[in-house]
């Protein structure tokens, strides 16, 4: 399947642009996992639009460079999402523990 650059070009570039806000938003919320993962989607997106442009130009030594550089940002994208997980784990653990103290606060004793 072909992919048609005058399509998929301008839509890569509103979600390149989409992401970089949404790490303002993230960071403003002190999420810096979701920021760093909007950051890689960013990225991801940026490096597509210029895949599909070398692929549009017909220079097709240059996309096999570009692929492996996107598989390895996916590869990274992994790592960060594993990490986030973590992180938010961490969190829910973090709350119990508060819910906690707070009960016994609480209670008489």
Not at 6 to 23: D, E, K, M, S, Y
Not at 50 to 61: C, P, V
Request: hydrophobic fraction near 45%; proline fraction near 4%.
């Amino acid at each position: 399947m072909k992919l048609n650059p005058r399509i998929w070009v301008p839509i890569a570039q509103f979600l390149t642009v989409v992401n970089v806000g949404a790490v303002y938003f993230a960071a403003q919320a002190a999420e810096p996992g979701h920021a760093t993962l909007h950051a890689g989607l960013a990225v991801l997106c940026t490096l597509a639009v210029d895949w599909l442009r070398t692929r549009a130009r017909g220079d097709d030594a240059l996309g096999d460079g570009r692929m492996t550089e996107l598989a390895s940002g996916s590869g990274e994208m992994d790592q960060v999402r594993h990490e986030l997980a973590e992180v938010q784990e961490r969190l829910d653990f973090a709350e119990r523990m508060l819910a906690q103290r707070r009960e016994q606060d609480r209670s008489p004793s």
